[in-house]
């Protein structure tokens, strides 16, 4: 099982979120710890490090570092948004 940070970034756009979508998102990340590399909803990016989760019209990007088990979660936002 890998161990979930968040960037500070992150938790704020998490903090500002409505109750019921923060918890949607929450759960898909823990589902995330079980097993990267397995959600349907997980793609790489390209042309920069890193996937990005698809939780309704919500991105997650973040990176995976391997060695120590780590899901780093760099940012959340809308899909229009996230990745800029």
Known sequence: MFKIEYSR???KALKVLPRNVQLGIVSKIEQLAAN????P???KL???DG???R???WR???EIQGDKLVIYVLA??????VYK
């Open 76 to 81: 959340i936002a809308p899909r229009g948004g």
């Open 46 to 48: 390209i042309g920069r």
């Open 41 to 43: 909803q997980v793609k």
């Open 60 to 62: 997650i990007i973040y």
């Open 9 to 11: 970034d992150a938790v």
């Open 36 to 39: 990267p590399f397995a959600m």
């Open 55 to 57: 939780v309704g019209d």
């Open 51 to 53: 996937y990005r989760l």
